[in-house]
């Protein structure tokens, strides 16, 4: 049995006390007990949020980090400081993070090295732009997002990875990938696991999908038989919204 995941990105939005009001509507929400839930903070409320999520259900991850450790790299984030502070998951390779700061599946696939030496759990997101889709490229991108990014791995190191497909086309826009396109692109993903590795692996793996999850769309999508769950971006800044893609299961 795959492990279902509601994942929020909060993205560049809400100031400390807004941080903290949110996770304490969270908190007062009854979640499902079987649905792994975690949100990634602005890295500034990173701290004061694990603080206040001890002993509730809730996760705490980082948006992003630097692939070094240490070293001269002004107003970087590494990952043994976020160990440090309590975190122990990180998104990696938002379409964003692509777009706006030229992260590229060969520099992902650093970053990725660099979280698993640190024991970081990665959700790992990736996805096709909407002219890939119209030129009919959609499973090609991802399949070699997938291999540049984390082919490199060992079967093993599998099991801190989180898949997130997004497709870019669908983030922010209002537009969603309908329920269908959703399954077809998340088979996809585990045919190219399959082969890559081995049927067991590609049927452990979550993968989410992201890109306008709502209350009103999250059940329809979650049904789907290859999709275990959400990365929400969005509709995670209302505890209600949120709460309820929870519980769309
Ligand atoms: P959205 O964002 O839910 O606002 O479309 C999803 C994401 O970027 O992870």
């Known amino acids: 049995m795959r492990k279902q995941i509601v ?19 969270l908190k007062e929400k009854s979640l499902a007990a079987d ?7 602005p890295a500034i409320h990173l701290e004061s949020a694990v603080k206040q ?16 450790t240490s070293g001269a790299f002004t107003g970087e984030i590494s990952a043994t400081m976020l160990k440090s502070i309590g975190v122990n998951t990180i998104l990696l390779g938002h379409s964003e993070r692509r777009a706006y700061f030229h992260e590229t599946d060969e520099l992902l696939a650093e970053k990725v090295n660099t979280a698993l030496e640190n024991e970081l759990e990665i959700i790992f997101c990736f996805g096709e732009e909407l002219d890939e889709r119209k030129k009919d490229r959609h499973f090609d991108v991802v399949s070699e997002q997938l291999r540049k990014a984390l082919f ?39 045919s190219v696991l399959a082969a890559q590795y081995d049927h067991a692996l590609a049927q452990s793996v979550s993968v989410l999908y992201g890109g306008s999850v709502k209350p009103a769309n999250a059940q329809e999508i979650f049904a789907q038989p290859d999709v ?3 990365l929400i971006g969005g509709a995670s800044l209302k505890a209600d919204d949120f709460a309820a893609i929870v519980n769309a299961f």
């Open 228 to 230: 275990d769950g959400g």
């Open 7 to 25: 994942s929020g990105n909060w993205k560049m939005n809400l100031d400390a006390s807004q941080s903290i009001e949110l996770i304490e509507a």
């Open 152 to 190: 490199h791995l060992d079967a093993s190191q599998w099991k801190h990875i989180v898949l997130a497909y997004e497709p870019v086309w669908a983030i922010g826009t209002g537009e969603t990938a309908s329920p269908a396109q959703a399954q077809e692109m998340h088979a996809h993903i585990r």
């Open 53 to 68: 999520t001890e002993n509730s259900a809730i996760s705490v991850a980082a948006q992003n980090m630097h692939q070094a």
């Open 35 to 41: 649905v792994s839930v975690a949100i990634a903070t």
